[in-house]
């Protein structure tokens, strides 16, 4: 294309992760696993106008042997889990997987015993792409995002202690914390947080009070029409 005449002439340096990482996101073919409506939308992707021939992509292979990217678009039953580990199983490492829709990534609107509630239950999940059903733009986002991830992924011994490091962070996460304001994340950091105070109780209602706790009822006003008003006579007299 011409890009080689504009580059500086003499040494050119890199390391052997970025050419790898760079050569292997340039040549990722997918193998379509379309199982429901989501799969319209992937065919759109690969269309003219959105075109995934320019990221090297438009070989959709039927084999998955050729096969390093599995998109599974759709729901995904209990009878189709094992075709589709065999099928992840037959593909050629590295691989990835992009989980399509809210019904491959959660089971979505699904909730019953036949759909797997997530195919990550199945096979490792790379990208999880939400929608119902996403759309095409959706899915070249994630595929971008995806050929990020394969750009910077370690190889060898450096890959094996990213991966360590990783799993460490994930072990030292704190769960949520309820603060007076909310919900708000809590930061990865060793120290506990200081636990809340109990909120008092609320006072009774008066109708529920003890008998002998009951307030006494306001006196009656005595209202004389030559003078201002005054408290009412006692119980018992003769006014």
């Known amino acids: 294309m011409g890009l080689e005449e504009k580059l500086p002439s003499g040494i050119l340096l890199t390391t052997v992760e970025k050419v790898a990482g760079y050569a292997r996101k340039s040549s990722v073919w997918p193998a379509t696993f379309g199982l429901a ?21 438009e070989r959709a292979s039927a084999t998955p042997r050729q096969a390093d990217l599995m998109i599974v678009a759709g729901r995904v039953s209990q009878k ?15 691989k990835w997987v992009i989980s399509m ?19 990550d239950h199945i096979v490792p999940v790379d990208i999880y792409l939400p929608g119902c059903p996403p759309r095409p733009e959706m899915l070249l986002d994630s595929i971008v995002k995806l050929h990020d991830k394969i750009q910077n992924m370690k190889l ?14 994930r072990l030292r996460r704190l769960p949520l914390a309820v603060s007076a304001g909310g919900h708000e994340f809590a930061q990865d950091r060793p120290e506990a947080q ?8 609320p ?11 009951a307030e006494p009822a306001p006196q009656a006003q005595h209202v004389s029409p030559d003078g201002p008003a005054g408290p009412g006579p006692e119980p018992g007299s003769h006014e």
């Open 194 to 201: 200081a636990a809340l105070p109990e909120p008092a109780p």
């Open 203 to 213: 006072p009774p209602w008066p109708f529920l009070a003890q008998p002998g706790e």
């Open 37 to 57: 409506c989501c799969a319209i939308e992937l065919f759109q992707a690969g269309g003219p106008r959105h075109d995934l021939a320019r990221f090297g992509m």
């Open 80 to 94: 189709m889990a094992p075709v589709l580990r065999q099928i992840y199983d037959q593909m050629a490492d590295p």
């Open 156 to 169: 060898g011994a450096n890959r094996e202690a990213e991966i360590e490091e990783l799993e460490q962070a």
């Open 101 to 119: 829709g809210v019904c491959a990534s959660s089971g979505g609107m699904f909730n019953n015993y036949a759909i797997v509630q997530g195919v």
